[in-house]
């Protein structure tokens, strides 16, 4: 992790009191911005924590809907579209 605050030589044990933190904090690139690294520590100890469950289940849905299209070419016009729909689904 580099320097820590308060400092520590190589080697040597990290004292109990105060507890020695990182000097620079660690930080995470995710979609262009920052996040802190307990964010990532969070997530892995989240995910590691389902792989310790016999059962799983979960849920999912969405919709969707597409105005009607008016397509015209060379050969001819024609309208094309889907029906307005949601679905749900379990597993």
Known sequence: MGATTP???????A???????AAVQPTI??????RPLRLAALLVSLT???FAQK???GAEGGGGFLNIV???GSA???????APGFVVGAF
């Open 29 to 34: 690139t995710l979609g262009g911005s920052e």
């Open 55 to 57: 059962w799983e289940f």
């Open 48 to 50: 590691t924590a389902t």
């Open 76 to 82: 001819g016009s024609a309208t094309a579209g889907f």
């Open 15 to 21: 004292p109990n009191s105060p507890l020695a933190c």
């Open 70 to 72: 008016n397509v015209t």
């Open 7 to 13: 400092s520590i030589a190589a080697g040597q044990p």
